[in-house]
């Protein structure tokens, strides 16, 4: 007799500590496919839901080996106790791994496509920025061979104003003398012309005073 009254207070102690820990912490629906949630403590109430391995429900109650529940979304009813426990089951977290591993694949997929485009984007940049400075130094070695052909345009062009300064001057100089020239040489022209004059006039002078003494002697 002692002995039984000491199993049923322990068994008592056992319950209180579950309901009591059913109250105190949040549960979990067990490693079973369905777990139906009830509207009553027995097996003929109406099933109102069911729970999948790993739901999180909140315990109410406790009475003759039923939970009283309250689910994530809201509803209340009951299940068996067994059914329930504090740490998601094996099959849940497992579950929760293998979506969180597809989710780290599914990001480190993601960060490679990332990377590659990031790396074709580099490849493309780097190929811009190099023509770019093909073209830069193109156009600088341009202006420089500008600046260089500028700068012996300017010398040649000086030196051609020089020139034909000069040369303008040495035209102006010649056409003074061509200009003295035709002075002289008008000038002796009618020099010679009136010495021709004057000694065809001393000739036919002196031929009439010869044909006067011719005359006088017949």
């Known amino acids: 007799m002692k002995q039984k009254t000491i199993l049923l207070i322990s ?25 139906n949630v009830r509207s009553g403590s027995t097996t003929t109430h109406k099933i109102i839901s069911t729970l999948l391995p ?34 998601k089951p094996a099959s849940a977290r497992i579950e929760n791994l293998q979506i969180q591993m597809e989710i780290q694949r ?4 993601l960060n490679a496509m990332e ?27 341009a202006f420089q061979t ?16 020089r020139i034909a300064a000069q040369a303008d001057k040495k035209d102006a100089e ?4 061509k200009g003295k020239l035709n002075r002289q040489y008008v000038t002796t022209a009618i020099k010679w012309t009136l010495t021709g004059a004057g000694i065809l006039l001393v000739g036919v002078f002196l031929g009439s005073q010869t044909r006067r003494r011719r005359s006088s002697l017949l």
Do not use: C, H
């Open 54 to 87: 790993g739901d999180k429900v909140e315990v109410i109650s406790f009475s003759g080996g039923w939970s009283q529940i309250k689910t994530e979304d809201g509803k209340q009813g009951w299940m068996i106790s067994r059914s329930l426990t504090s740490q």
């Open 174 to 177: 010649i056409q003074s003398l």
């Open 146 to 161: 500008l600046q260089t052909e500028a700068a012996d345009y300017l010398s040649i062009k000086k030196k051609y104003d």
């Open 106 to 109: 599914e990001q480190a997929e």
């Open 11 to 35: 068994a008592l102690l056992f319950l209180i500590g579950f309901a009591s820990a059913g109250l105190a912490d949040e549960m979990y629906a067990g490693d079973v496919k369905k777990l």
């Open 115 to 141: 990377s590659s485009r990031l790396k074709e984007e580099n490849t493309r940049l780097t190929t811009r920025l190099n023509e770019t400075e093909t073209q830069l130094k193109k156009a600088q070695d």
